[in-house]
């Protein structure tokens, strides 16, 4: 009965077109309503609802995501994010499909830098969509290769979807980090082999090879951007700061490369970048401040237990309960945004997950990217709107676009499901 209220002013509170913020409220205020009308409560007390709305914010880890978010606004506004696509066309662009691998090693490097989904699809966008329709390539296609690059981004750290993970579920943010490169680049790996393979029927002349000389000088110019993931991992991994202190040194960082070296980053824009920033910023608080409410009165409610008791057939297999988990969140996630679906179903999960011997740092690097993939699935895919707006296409174009790219990715999910090890592995070895 407990699991029917939580579902029913949810999913009743979105359906009306409320917020998801504000849905995620509303869930709280009934689910306490209904444990103190059956006696799980002593009483209704909204004093505590608005303590665990502060409580939510009040997290030292969660100050990464606005730097980090500042971060990847100075990176575009400073010629850092256009640096790396130069970069990649220096190396790879002359080969036959060569702007599709341009936009492939661009968005691997470019998530290593600001750890956001929508910022890096924009860029990239912004930045391919019209050389790509100008070489002669299907609009469509590269749309949806630039949107399946774009999801990357919450992969391959920094990730400002792993911080939040790592807050909701008490998983340690640094491990995160440094389980999600392999998973990261696999996913690169993935879709540069699918656009390989769609690219051989491409009648389209690659751009000129570029010289020896002009390669290593624009390796150059970008070296400085290239140095910032470095910068933020090696801190990282040998403890000369946290994941919230890397996150300054990332805002400090690109301000200083793109005011006082490139040169790009002017004065007069600062102000609209600390704006845009901050209102991202807002809009991911309000909704961690509103989960941590629904989040402790699952708890309470003991709707996990519940969940578990569903789950328990797969529980013997480990396998078998990552595999069903994961096609819950796939299902979830083609109606909910990235944000939400990580906040709502991880107190829901995280139980699952401990009480099966599942490694926490594991299921998440594939719950993170389980989630990615849902930002290029309609109707609500983010990241596939994004491009939808640049490229000027319909979201069902779009869509048959992301199609191989998208099952592409998906097979990268499984095939971390059916292995492990490809994750735990490369962890245990970085953080010796």
Request: with cysteine; charged share 10%; glycine share 10%.
């Amino acid at each position: 009965m407990t699991v029917g209220v939580f579902l029913f002013s949810l999913l009743g509170a979105m359906a009306i077109g409320m917020p998801i913020a504000y849905a995620l409220l509303v869930c709280g205020l009934a689910l306490m309503g209904f444990m103190a009308a059956t006696g799980a409560l002593a009483a209704f007390d909204s004093q505590i609802l608005a303590q665990r709305f502060v409580d939510g914010a009040d997290n030292f880890p969660l100050l990464a995501v606005p730097f980090f978010l500042l971060a990847g606004e100075f990176m575009n506004a400073g010629g850092l994010s256009r640096r790396i696509v130069n970069l990649a066309m220096a190396w790879v662009g002359h080969f036959r499909g060569g702007l599709g691998y341009v936009a492939v090693l661009a968005a691997v490097i470019m998530a290593s830098l600001s750890g956001s989904a929508v910022a890096d699809t924009a860029a990239l966008s912004a930045l391919l969509i019209p050389m790509m329709k100008q070489a002669g390539y299907q609009v469509n296609r590269s749309a949806g290769l630039i949107a399946s690059g774009g999801i990357i981004a919450p992969v391959i750290p920094p990730s400002i979807g792993m911080i939040i993970f790592g807050v909701a579920g008490n998983v340690s943010i640094t491990k995160l980090f440094l389980a999600g490169i392999v998973p990261g680049i696999l996913m690169g790996v993935a879709i540069g082999l699918t656009w390989w393979w769609l690219a051989r029927r491409e009648n389209v002349q690659p751009a000129p090879r570029v010289g020896l000389g002009e390669r290593l000088k624009v390796t150059a110019q970008g070296s400085l951007a290239l140095a910032l993931p470095v910068l933020i991992l090696g801190g990282m991994k040998f403890g000369v700061f946290t994941p919230t202190e890397a996150a300054v040194v990332a805002a400090v960082y690109s301000f200083a490369v793109g005011m006082f070296v490139y040169r790009e980053l002017k004065p007069s824009a600062l102000y609209g970048l600390v704006l845009s920033a901050g209102k991202t910023t807002a809009v991911v608080m309000f909704l961690v401040a509103a989960a941590m409410v629904s989040a402790w009165l699952i708890t309470v409610a003991n709707i996990p237990t519940e969940v578990a008791k569903l789950l328990e057939p797969f529980m013997d297999n480990r396998i078998l309960l990552m595999a069903v988990m994961m096609v819950i969140v796939i299902a979830v996630g083609t109606a909910l945004d990235f944000t939400p679906t990580v906040l709502i179903l991880t107190p829901v999960l995280m139980p699952v997950v401990k009480q099966a011997g599942i490694d926490p740092v594991y299921f998440g690097v594939l719950f993170i990217m389980n989630n990615a993939i849902g930002l290029i699935t309609p109707p609500v895919g983010t990241v596939l709107n994004v491009v939808c707006g640049v490229a000027r296409i319909t979201l069902d174009d779009a869509f048959k676009g992301v199609m191989p790219f998208f099952l592409a990715q998906l097979a990268v999910l499984f095939a971390l499901v059916l292995f492990p090890d490809l994750v735990l592995v490369p962890l245990k070895w970085l953080m010796q």
